[in-house]
């Protein structure tokens, strides 16, 4: 199943999330090793839940 998710938290429980941008992919990962790698979808988390 492929899922398309503005919101970060609808994908939180999925086994691998593809992180992209411009039709490029950017980081795939679970949301575990995508927050642990602090790249492009930590900070796009970090600012969707700051109130930004």
Do not use: C, P
Not at 9 to 34: P, Q, R
């Amino acid at each position: 199943i492929v899922s398309i998710a503005h919101r970060l938290s609808t994908v939180k429980d999925a086994n691998k999330i593809v992180y992209m941008e411009y039709g490029k992919i950017i980081e795939i990962g679970s949301f575990d090793e995508l927050i642990n790698l602090k790249g492009a979808f930590y900070n796009l988390w970090n600012n969707q839940h700051s109130g930004s």
